[in-house]
């Protein structure tokens, strides 16, 4: 054999061994272009009335806060002691006797149900609120992932608020088992 096709050869079997043991990694995924969206509104607010025959009725006050925004306020008419799921909804639409014009929960990118700061949740997801012994919970809960004002796709403004009469168990696929509509009310931007 040929001295110089011996030694291609042999160079061209060490590069394939060398290539052997090398793994690839992942692409990333493209990072989305343009701006993050970002919250125009600095406050907004949302006045809850009775559903589905109950009393409870109440008002959030909401800021852009961290990455979303927060709701605060008190909300009253509840079972004394109980807990209750309070969810973000896709339609700002509440003229249905038991809130079902609200339609299902927020969730412009198709997540599964859950927990806030606990994995993958809808936007529309927050924590629980409990009563008080005079059935009143006083609110303090942080919707994930979302924007007040500007038209993004995940813009609350516009949408609905929910209260339901159980508490969400945030496992159970597409609404945490949580009952009821109690209370709807409509994000609205205070300017």
Known sequence: MNPILRISIAT?????AACGGQTTRPTPPPKPVGPKPVSTAQAGQVILASASGSLVSGK??????GDGVHFTGEIGG????????????????CSAADASSAGGHFNPVGQPHGQV????????????????????????VHASGVTLGGGAMNDV?????????????????PAGNAGARLACGVIKVLR
């Open 12 to 16: 061209a079997v060490l590069a394939l």
């Open 60 to 65: 959030l006050a909401l800021r852009p806060m």
């Open 78 to 93: 509840l079972t004394p002691n109980s807990s209750h799921a309070i969810h973000v909804h896709e339609k700002g639409d």
């Open 117 to 140: 700061d606990h994995g993958p949740h809808h936007a529309g997801d927050m924590n629980n609120i409990v009563a008080d012994a005079e059935g009143v919970a006083k609110v303090d």
């Open 157 to 173: 403004s516009g949408r609905a608020v929910i209260v339901h009469a159980s508490a969400d168990d945030y496992r159970s696929q």
